[in-house]
T-cell receptor, first 116, second 113 residues
Framework: GAVVSQHPSWVICKSGTSVKIECRSL??????MFWYRQFPKQSLMLMAT?????????EQGVEKDKFLINHASLTLSTLTVTSAHPEDSSFYIC????????????FGPGTRLTVT | DAKTTQPPSMDCAEGRAANLPCNHS???????VYWYRQIHSQGPQYIIH???NNETNEMASLIITEDRKSSTLILPHATLRDTAVYYC??????????????FGQGTELSVKP
């Protein structure tokens, strides 16, 4: 299957700082990417849909000023957690949709964020 | 939005077929059923998807009932590495060429030796 990468795979930051997570589709172009968050022993929760060249669409209850999404190219989307707090500690997973062929959606390996 | 219902957990003996059921009684005519699995602390892995016909690939088979209200994912010869949480998802919006995947709670499959 197609490959989606994330960087970093894990990060620890201090409360009040900002953290940027990158998501790349390595062997296909993705007009649409998605960002999910997963807390321990819970399912994935969709945070936002990222569209190349336009503003992201956020799910209800997700603060767009706190979770900044930029989708500047067909292979790269970034999520910036601004002014991070301990409650933002979570597993962040991106996903990219392959819009040639059967529109499968592929997921990255995830980024573990710990805010101290 | 079509919702899915799955049993929270299942066990399967190694080497046997694992049959994972999913109910999606409110599915619309142009909504596809997708299956993903997630091994602990990894991103979800695509398995298979279908609309109304049964589908098979190298990983699994997907059987969709004629009324499309339920489906079954079949892993023909389960191995220990198939232990994971399996998610049945109905794509919300956009048929097969758009929309988004909303995850439910999934089925935790344990394959035992």
């Amino acid at each position: 299957g197609a490959v989606v990468s994330q960087h970093p795979s894990w990060v620890i930051c201090k409360s009040g700082t900002s953290v940027k997570i990158e998501c790349r589709s390595l062997d296909f172009q993705a007009t649409t990417m998605f960002w999910y968050r997963q807390f321990p022993k819970q399912s994935l929760m969709l945070m936002a849909t990222s569209n190349e060249g336009s503003k992201a669409t956020y799910e209800q209850g997700v603060e767009k000023d706190k979770f900044l999404i930029n989708h500047a190219s067909l292979t790269l989307s970034t999520l910036t957690v601004t002014s991070a707090h301990p409650e933002d500690s979570s597993f962040y997973i991106c996903s990219a949709r392959n819009e040639r062929g059967a529109y499968e959606q592929y997921f990255g390996p995830g980024t573990r964020l710990t805010v101290t | 939005d079509a919702k899915t219902t799955q049993p929270p957990s299942m066990d399967c003996a190694e080497g046997r077929a694992a049959n994972l059921p999913c109910n999606h009684s409110t599915i619309s005519g142009n909504e596809y059923v997708y299956w993903y699995r997630q091994i602990h602390s990894q991103g979800p892995q695509y398995i298979i998807h279908g609309l109304k016909n049964n589908e098979t690939n190298e990983m699994a088979s997907l059987i969709i009932t004629e009324d499309r209200k339920s489906s079954t994912l079949i892993l023909p010869h389960a191995t220990l590495r198939d232990t994971a949480v399996y998610y049945c998802i109905v794509r919300v919006g956009g048929g097969n060429q758009g929309g988004k995947l909303i995850f439910g709670q999934g089925t935790e499959l344990s394959v035992k030796p």
